[in-house]
């Protein structure tokens, strides 16, 4: 079965600092999508990034960057110049037919 | 475009009791899935449905169901409430243009508070 593991519960970061989330998944599967969603405290689910695991090339939007290591099946999400408004619950997803979320990390942003 | 809706927003109701609740998906998307979210046991797949037809589902009770109309339109129905059903229901569309593996984008949820 596919599963999704975030190990880190909490993170915090200073404004204008960067910060690494953490995301592993076990799959069996050669291809499927990956993503990170952000979760503010409206519970309003936001589409940060995804990537296609045929793709090598790691995504980036903007501020937000990941690094697909699919051999180790690990998908990290990079924030830089950390902003106030980044600050939320983060859920690291894999899909196949539906979305399998992991338990999330919830970010904290210091000014 | 505008984005996904959920209604109602907020719904309290007693055990026993069922609700109804809706999702209109982004103009286009022909996919709807739902989730539960609860601070237990996280997010979870509820269904999804595809041109009017339930193409999959999680593991949760029969008292559990949805449906499709012919806009793309979805509510999930939940009989006989139970505390446990109190949650967060998230619903997501996507294009579906592939079999699967499309971009869901999320409604701002409904929350459900069972007395």
């Known amino acids: 079965a596919q599963t999704v593991t975030q190990s880190q519960p909490e993170m915090s970061v200073q404004e204008a600092e960067t910060v690494t989330l953490s995301c592993t998944y076990d799959?069996?599967?050669?291809?499927?999508?990956l993503f990170w969603y952000k979760q503010p405290p409206s519970r309003q689910m936001i589409l940060v990034i995804r990537?296609?695991?045929?793709?090598?090339q790691n995504a980036t939007e903007n501020r937000f960057s990941v690094n697909f290591q699919k051999a180790a099946k690990s998908f990290s999400l990079k924030i830089s110049d950390s902003q106030l408004g980044d600050a939320a619950m983060y859920f690291c997803?894999?899909?196949?037919?539906?979305?399998?979320f992991g338990t999330g990390t919830r970010l904290q942003v210091f000014p | 475009k505008a984005g996904v809706t959920q209604t109602p927003r907020y719904l309290i109701k007693t055990r026993g009791q069922q609700v109804t609740l809706s999702c209109s998906p982004i103009?286009?998307?022909?996919?709807v899935s739902w989730y539960q979210q609860t601070p237990g046991q996280g997010l979870q797949f509820l269904f999804e449905?595809?041109?009017?037809?339930?193409?999959n589902k999680g593991n949760f009770p029969g008292r559990f169901s949805g449906r499709q109309f012919s806009n793309s339109r979805s509510e999930m129905n939940v009989s006989t409430l139970e505390l446990g059903d109190s949650a967060l229901y998230l619903c997501?569309?996507?294009?579906?243009?592939?079999?699967?593996?499309?971009?869901?984008?999320f409604g701002p949820g409904t929350r459900l508070l069972v007395l």
């Open positions: 799959t069996s599967e050669s291809d499927y999508y």
């Open positions: 997501a569309s996507s294009l579906a243009l592939l079999a699967d593996q499309e971009t869901q984008y």
């Open positions: 990537q296609e695991a045929y793709k090598q």
């Open positions: 103009s286009g998307h022909r996919s």
């Open positions: 997803a894999y899909e196949t037919d539906k979305l399998i």
């Open positions: 449905y595809f041109s009017e037809t339930q193409r």
